[in-house]
């Protein structure tokens, strides 16, 4: 009954700042949960992508299993799936690769 105008306005303020706090914790809480795990996975996914060589053994996202015959520069990788069958795929299509070869070594 006593209250200023001044005083009520500053309350209203106050209350309009702690409503928005749940909307921050939840956001916090999304990006914890859900997005920078997601980028950590994108990110080892494009390092594996980028050290596909030759011989590799790999599987597709179309659950294709198949050996690496040749890697292209522009994205795209030749897989042979059975003896003389090869198709090209995208390399960010390539879901797992099964084992890895090793270097050549120099003599």
């Known amino acids: ?6 005083y009520a306005q ?9 409503s928005i ?10 990006y914890f ?10 990110k080892e996914h494009q390092a594996m ?3 596909l060589r030759r011989g590799d ?8 299993i198949g050996k690496v015959v040749k890697v292209k520069e522009d994205g795209e990788a030749e897989v042979e799936i059975a ?6 795929v995208l390399k960010a299509t390539i879901a ?7 270097p050549a070594a120099k003599e």
């Open 57 to 64: 053994q790999v599987v597709t996202q179309g659950g294709i």
């Open 21 to 30: 706090i749940p909307f921050i914790l939840i956001f916090v809480i999304m």
């Open 10 to 18: 500053d309350a209203g303020a106050a209350s309009g700042l702690i």
């Open 49 to 51: 992508v980028g050290a």
């Open 96 to 102: 797992n690769v099964i084992s890895k070869t090793e």
């Open 1 to 6: 009954m006593f209250v200023t105008p001044a």
């Open 33 to 42: 949960l859900l997005i920078r795990p997601q980028q950590k996975k994108m």
């Open 83 to 88: 003896e003389g069958v090869k198709v090209r």
